[in-house]
């Protein structure tokens, strides 16, 4: 009995001292496996890229843009580095949006919307162990798309309005106001005008007018410019003006015309004087293809009848049925009719009837 304990003793102290062994190789194998792992290097992370373009402060004057920014290179050659392009209204990026330029170093983005500021940023992703470093630098940009400036009118003179020789001597031009949606953009104006009356002879004119919407200028001074001093029919004068605002530029909504009275040596009445008798005076412009005017006498009160005939002898239009006073008038006629010759009568029902033709050219 006391052998057969001493022979369980036996085993047992020998199977403990196994289990100790095993377990003690066990250990130091797991430490030997643990001192391994520690004396290898862990990745790193991707450098930083450094951004290239669109500047910081940039102002974009377009709604697409090309991104680009530096290449970072990783220590394993076999790697490349991809790249995440990151934008947003707010500096914060809480809500960014993103491209993924893959291994390029730039990245055309299209839909930016206008008038807006953005801030953005390249994010470096090293695709092996997906470790990423986000950029030196965070810039921000503007886009601010150019816009023509806004459309407006000519004031004055206004659109037909006939001047009389002293008040051709300085013609106060003026015009509304154009306004440019771009902010900080200068608004000026170009003005040019033709004088028309002398046959085959035409006079031009053009001026920068800086930003105001006015000036005085003398029709007078340029035609005596050109040798002329006097003239036998109605002068017409058209105008128009031009919004200019960087490489931007807008006309007017429409160019105006306007006439000067005749200035020769012919004795004409003059304001007060009385007219000698019924006489169409001056029609003009003839040939024309918007409008007509004809100038005529009334030497004592009358009722005046002006109409347009066809060649066939029908009539077309009543420009006017009226009551005019000793003087002279005028009458405008705008054709509703497809070109041809007419033939336009002014008659006082008393038996006076002048006759002129007309020309019009669609």
Same mark, same amino acid.
């Given at each position: 009995?006391? $052998?057969?304990?001493?022979?369980w003793?036996?085993v047992?102290f !020998?199977?403990?001292?196994? &289990?100790?062994i ?6 130091f194998?797991?430490?030997? !496996? ?5 004396d290898?290097?862990?990745?790193? =992370?991707?450098d930083?890229?450094?951004l $290239?373009?669109p500047?910081?402060?940039?102002v974009?004057?377009?709604t ?5 920014w530096t290449r970072?290179?990783?220590p394993?050659?076999?790697i490349?580095?991809?790249?995440q392009?990151?934008?947003?209204d707010?500096?914060?990026f ?5 491209e ?5 170093t730039s990245?055309l983005l ?5 008038d807006?500021?953005y801030?953005?940023r390249?994010?470096s992703i090293d695709?092996e162990?997906?470790l ?11 886009v ?12 004055e003179?206004?659109?037909?309005d006939t001047?009389? #020789? ?5 013609v106060?031009? +003026?015009?509304?106001?154009? &306004?440019? %949606?771009?902010?900080?953009d200068?608004?000026?104006?170009d003005?040019?005008? *033709? /004088?028309?009356?002398?046959?085959? *002879?035409s006079f031009?004119?053009?001026?920068s007018?800086d930003?105001?919407? +006015?000036?005085?200028?003398s029709?007078i001074t340029?035609?005596r410019?050109?040798? &002329?001093?006097m003239?036998d029919g109605y002068?017409?004068?058209?105008? *128009?003006?031009?919004? #200019? +605002?960087?490489a931007?530029?807008i006309?007017?909504?429409? =160019?105006?015309?306007?006439y000067?009275? %005749?200035?020769?040596s012919?004795?004409r009445?003059? =304001?007060?004087? =009385? $007219?000698?008798?019924?006489?169409i005076?001056e ?5 024309f293809?918007?409008?007509v005017? #004809? $100038?005529?006498?009334v030497p ?5 009848r002006?109409?347009v ?5 029908r @009539?077309?239009?009543? &420009?006017?049925k009226?009551r005019?006073? %000793?003087?002279?008038?005028?009458f405008?006629? @705008?054709?509703n009719s497809t070109?041809g010759?007419?033939?336009l ?6 038996g006076? @009837?002048? /006759? #002129? ?6």
């Amino acid at each position: 009995m006391a $052998v057969n304990s001493r022979i369980w003793l036996a085993v047992v102290f !020998i199977s403990a001292l196994w &289990i100790s062994i095993c377990f003690g190789q066990l250990n130091f194998t797991r430490h030997n !496996i643990t001192w391994r792992d520690n004396d290898l290097d862990p990745p790193s =992370p991707p450098d930083a890229c450094d951004l $290239v373009m669109p500047e910081n402060d940039a102002v974009l004057l377009d709604t697409t843009a090309l991104f680009r920014w530096t290449r970072v290179f990783s220590p394993n050659e076999e790697i490349t580095i991809n790249y995440q392009l990151q934008w947003d209204d707010d500096d914060e990026f809480e809500d960014y949006s993103f491209e993924n330029a893959g291994e390029d170093t730039s990245f055309l983005l299209t839909g930016l919307a206008d008038d807006s500021e953005y801030w953005w940023r390249v994010l470096s992703i090293d695709p092996e162990s997906e470790l990423s470093t986000l950029s030196n630098q965070t810039w921000r940009f503007l886009v601010a798309k150019p816009e023509p400036p806004g459309g407006f009118e000519l004031r004055e003179p206004s659109d037909g309005d006939t001047l009389t #020789v002293d008040e051709a001597y300085e013609v106060h031009f +003026s015009w509304e106001r154009s &306004i440019d %949606p771009d902010p900080g953009d200068t608004v000026v104006y170009d003005m040019a005008l *033709r /004088v028309t009356g002398f046959d085959d *002879r035409s006079f031009d004119q053009s001026r920068s007018v800086d930003t105001d919407t +006015s000036f005085d200028y003398s029709i007078i001074t340029l035609l005596r410019r050109h040798g &002329i001093e006097m003239w036998d029919g109605y002068l017409t004068t058209s105008w *128009r003006v031009e919004a #200019v +605002s960087g490489a931007d530029r807008i006309a007017c909504e429409d =160019p105006f015309v306007f006439y000067i009275e %005749p200035h020769s040596s012919v004795r004409r009445e003059g =304001p007060g004087e =009385p $007219v000698r008798g019924y006489e169409i005076v001056e029609v003009f412009p003839n040939p024309f293809n918007e409008e007509v005017r #004809v $100038v005529f006498n009334v030497p004592v009160a009358s009722v005046i009848r002006a109409e347009v005939y066809d060649v066939h002898g029908r @009539r077309i239009s009543l &420009i006017g049925k009226k009551r005019f006073d %000793p003087g002279h008038h005028l009458f405008t006629w @705008r054709p509703n009719s497809t070109s041809g010759i007419y033939f336009l009568t002014i008659s006082n029902g008393s038996g006076w @009837r002048g /006759v #002129v033709k007309l020309m019009y050219l669609e």
